[in-house]
């Protein structure tokens, strides 16, 4: 494998852009690297770019794919054989986004431009795969009602609620502006929305969830889910302050484990015997259930080298 140089691809619309770090000018600074790696002697195979992470730009991979047909001509100039192009990420995968636009764009635009297939053409969709395979289920630890001044009203006008994880923890994705967090209270209230924050548990004041959010009033010991967690969260995560990092429970509903039973042909299941999505107050589609007592359960899934499930489970009401 030799070299790869990465120009700048901005997509007009992404969670978070790369370009200002990452990428040369594709006019100007890219042919100069091929003439001076040339130069050196170096052996340069190919090109790559990132639209940026959470593309909602589909004809950006158009443009990149068709500035490193460019680059490829200009490289065979100077006695080149590009043969190696990276597509980067971006590619969304939240609940309700949809990848078949940006695939659209990029088959379309690979076979304009790069029809031969000695091209050896990858991407990196790790967002993709991970997002929406994840949701976060938090606990309120504690509660802050802030009031009314005004000693004849009185009237709440501002609750605070702390959770078992925050900024310095999974929420780190918090930090990139265009990322907010939706929380999905997993019992049901009345109907009265109170302007509400959420803060994570550590003692620095930064540690804010979301800032400002219409929630019904919930009391402590409640739970929060936050769905689509699986990107850059986890990943990030510190223990500041002590606090551990958010455990890992996989789970499965019947239909799926069902499936897996038909097409891996287990000798032995023991897959999800115990319903936790049941115990936090939902039911098998993720869907909230009423009076349903909220339990504090750890569960794993693992796969051992023979293929089979295993279950391992602890719960207590």
């Not at 691809?9 to 100007?28: M, N, P, R, S, Y």
């Not at 605070?160 to 265009?178: K, L, Q």
């Not at 039973?261 to 009423?290: C, P, W, Y």
Request: aromatic share 10%; with cysteine.
């Amino acid at each position: 494998m030799g070299l790869v140089i990465r120009f700048r691809c901005d997509a007009e619309v992404a969670q978070i852009l790369l370009g200002a770090k990452f990428g040369c000018d594709i006019t100007t600074e890219a042919p100069h690297l091929i003439r001076v790696a040339h130069f050196l002697g170096l052996e340069v195979v190919g090109v790559s770019f990132h639209v940026g992470s959470g593309c909602e730009d589909p004809p950006v991979f158009r443009r990149g794919i068709a500035a490193a047909r460019k680059l490829f001509d200009y490289a065979a100039t100077l006695g080149y054989n590009f043969n190696y192009l990276d597509l980067g990420g971006g590619y969304p995968g939240n609940a309700g986004t949809s990848f078949d636009k940006i695939a659209d764009v990029i088959n379309l635009a690979l076979e304009e431009f790069f029809p031969d297939p000695s091209v050896k053409v990858i991407a990196e969709p790790g967002q993709f795969f991970v997002a929406s395979a994840f949701a976060l289920a938090t606990n309120i630890h504690s509660k802050r009602e802030v009031c009314n001044n005004d000693e004849k009203d009185g009237s709440v006008t501002h609750i605070m609620y702390y959770i078992n994880d925050g900024v310095f923890g999974a929420f780190n994705c918090v930090a990139n502006p265009n990322n907010h967090p939706v929380p999905v209270p997993l019992k049901s209230h009345d109907g009265k929305l109170t302007p509400s924050s959420i803060w994570g548990p550590t003692c620095h004041s930064l540690d804010q969830v979301v800032e400002n959010i219409n929630l019904p009033t919930m009391n402590i010991g409640d739970w929060l889910m936050f769905k689509d967690m699986g990107a850059y969260t986890l990943v990030a995560a510190t223990t500041f302050n002590s606090f551990p990092c958010s455990k890992v429970h996989a789970l499965i509903n019947k239909h799926y484990r069902l499936l897996l039973k038909d097409h891996l042909s287990l000798a032995e299941v023991r897959i999800a015997t115990g319903n936790m999505i049941f115990r936090l107050g939902l039911d098998e589609n993720g869907e909230r259930q009423d009076g349903v007592e909220n339990w504090s359960c750890y569960q794993e899934l693992t796969v051992d080298k023979s293929k089979l499930l295993h279950l391992k489970e602890d719960c207590s009401p």
